[in-house]
């Protein structure tokens, strides 16, 4: 199984970005995802998170600027980035799979990861 990210980028202050995540080599759908991020001397860090029922979650730092959905029959998992600030540069992993406990406020690490995408936000 491969998770596959792009849409990474260098973008200015203000700017958007779409990351993508395909997962490949797996037979069943993935309805559930996540997205961390791993900025330098920093530990890394949930991003957003996505369950079977789509309910969402966001870290603080990024409410109301990002926004994670995912197309399970596509097995792709997307993090829409707006308003991006110098402070959210980091190479972004995904991570993805199957959400099976029935308490949407899991947070559960999935099964699968991603190679980072790199994200540079300059001033």
């Known amino acids: 199984v491969q998770l596959q990210a792009s849409g990474g980028g260098l973008v200015q202050a203000g700017g958007s970005l779409r990351l993508s995540c395909a997962a490949s080599g797996i037979s069943s759908s993935i309805n559930g995802g996540a997205w961390y991020r791993e900025a330098p001397g920093k530990d890394r860090e949930l991003v957003a998170h996505?369950?079977?029922?789509?309910?969402?979650k966001y870290a603080e730092f990024v409410k109301g600027r990002f926004t994670i959905s995912r197309d399970s029959a596509k097995k792709i998992v997307y993090l829409q980035m707006s308003s991006l600030k110098p402070e959210d540069t980091a190479l972004y992993y995904c991570n993805a799979g199957h959400f099976y406990s029935d308490d949407d406020d899991d947070l559960t690490i999935y099964e699968y990861w991603g190679h980072g995408t790199q994200v540079t936000v300059s001033s």
């Open positions: 996505i369950t079977k029922s789509g309910h969402t």
